[in-house]
């Protein structure tokens, strides 16, 4: 692979549990594996889903003000969204924070699954990779929950605010999501998938 820091190409070998590979030029770290294995990540996608799934199922927060109290939920948010006439803003919630997530979670776990109970590489890994690194960049949780509280800080002055399950849920959906990706590493993954990868090479003529 080329280095992201220098262009050097690099060969990386298959690394050991905790193990890691820097650049041979540059020192930047190419690819590093989890102390935990997969493990750990297909456990943290699994918990994430089903905190997603809470989130949407219970209420986000609860504001009050003058003796008005209005309820908000994550399933409800793009409808007001809607009503305040930002069409787009309820579309990038929906996009960004549940539908991209969610695909790039399952697909994740689509290749996890296989490799981590030690059965032949799927044809679909390497496509699957290739989609999963796209949807890394489009997958804007962390951007969506530095917003949330960014609001809360100002709300917070003119009415009373309760967070819901849905919020907690959200949060820990947002951290598990996080930890998975962390521990989503790609190299044992491609290393694993080699076989279908190599023939490609050779039809297309290259060395090796
Ligand atoms: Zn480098």
Known sequence: ???????????????????????????????????????????????????????????????????LTHKLSLVTLPDTMLEFGRPEIA???VLLTLVFPTILTLLNMSVLIPFHFGMKAPGYVIPVLRWSHHLTHWSMVDVFVIGVLASLTKIISLADITLGIGFWSYMAFALLGLVSLWHFDRSPLWHWAKPHRRHGEHKAGAPG
Do not use: N
């Open 1 to 67: 692979m080329a280095c992201q820091m220098c262009d050097v190409l690099v060969e990386i070998p298959e690394l050991g549990a905790g193990e890691q590979a820097e650049c041979t030029a540059c020192g930047a770290v190419l690819s590093a594996r989890s102390t935990f294995g997969t493990g750990l990540s297909l456990a943290c996608a699994l918990a994430s889903l089903f905190m997603l799934a809470l989130a949407y199922v219970y209420p986000f927060l609860t504001l009050e003000s003058r003796g």
């Open 91 to 93: 579309v990038s919630i």
